[in-house]
T-cell receptor, first 108, second 115 residues
Framework: QKEVEQNSGPLSVPEGAIASLNCTYS??????FFWYRQYSGKSPELIMS????GDKEDGRFTAQLNKASQYVSLLIRDSQPSDSATYLC????????FGQGTRLTINP | GAVVSQHPSRVICKSGTSVKIECRSL??????MFWYRQFPKKSLMLMAT?????????EQGVEKDKFLINHASLTLSTLTVTSAHPEDSSFYIC???????????FGNGTRLTVT
């Protein structure tokens, strides 16, 4: 089992809908979780960090963490074409480990 | 917020030459910086952890003699790709965090093309 797993996609969502991105991780003791957005040819930029169970909202983005089930998700409300990118889940497992990323396309 | 500057953004070099990439933390001190490599449509792979004032820690499979890392100050780490070959062509990205528990902030990356 990979340490951090994401569905590589591509995931296509119509503009204005909710995009849901999921990530599972293998190590139960992980405490820090991050979502990064990466546009093609660019470096990742941090969108959300979450450290405790439950939901964390920031504008159109909501991160959800369930440590018992070992998954973390990212919801993007009112999806915009500019949200089209690869979304990377990252988990601190002694070091920061990235999932393979999910390619998201928002269709106008 | 924390800013990490990386230079150059693009470099093209001939096979057999060496290329140096610089990574600077602009508004914070970084005792540790991280170097990643990313091939097209692949995820980020950690190459090494750069420690200020001491030797870098390399991930399994990464040749320390080929990828030289120097972290001479709290704000600067350099990665030198020695005797570059076409298979070293990739997107190299540095990152750092300003405190132990904070998330990583990435430089803009360096697109290396070896001809």
């Amino acid at each position: 089992q990979k340490e951090v797993e994401q569905n590589s996609g591509p995931l296509s969502v119509p503009e204005g809908a909710i995009a849901s991105l999921n990530c599972t991780y293998s190590d139960r003791v992980s405490q820090s979780f991050f979502w990064y957005r990466q546009y093609s040819g660019k470096s990742p930029e941090l969108i959300m960090s979450i450290y405790s169970n439950g939901d964390k909202e920031d504008g159109r983005f909501t991160a959800q963490l369930n440590k018992a089930s070992q998954y973390v998700s990212l919801l993007i409300r009112d999806s915009q074409p500019s949200d089209s990118a690869t979304y990377l889940c990252a988990v601190v497992l002694q070091k920061l480990v990235f999932g393979q990323g999910t390619r998201l396309t928002i269709n106008p | 917020g924390a800013v990490v500057s990386q230079h150059p953004s693009r470099v093209i070099c001939k096979s057999g030459t060496s290329v140096k990439i610089e990574c600077r933390s602009l508004d914070f001190q970084a005792t540790t910086m991280f170097w990643y490599r990313q091939f097209p449509k692949k995820s980020l792979m950690l190459m090494a952890t750069s420690n200020e004032g001491s030797k870098a820690t390399y991930e399994q499979g990464v040749e320390k003699d080929k990828f030289l890392i120097n972290h001479a100050s709290l704000t600067l780490s350099t990665l030198t790709v020695t005797s570059a070959h076409p298979e070293d062509s990739s997107f190299y990205i540095c990152s750092a965090r300003d405190t132990g528990g904070s998330p990583l902030h990435f430089g803009n990356g360096t697109r290396l093309t070896v001809t």
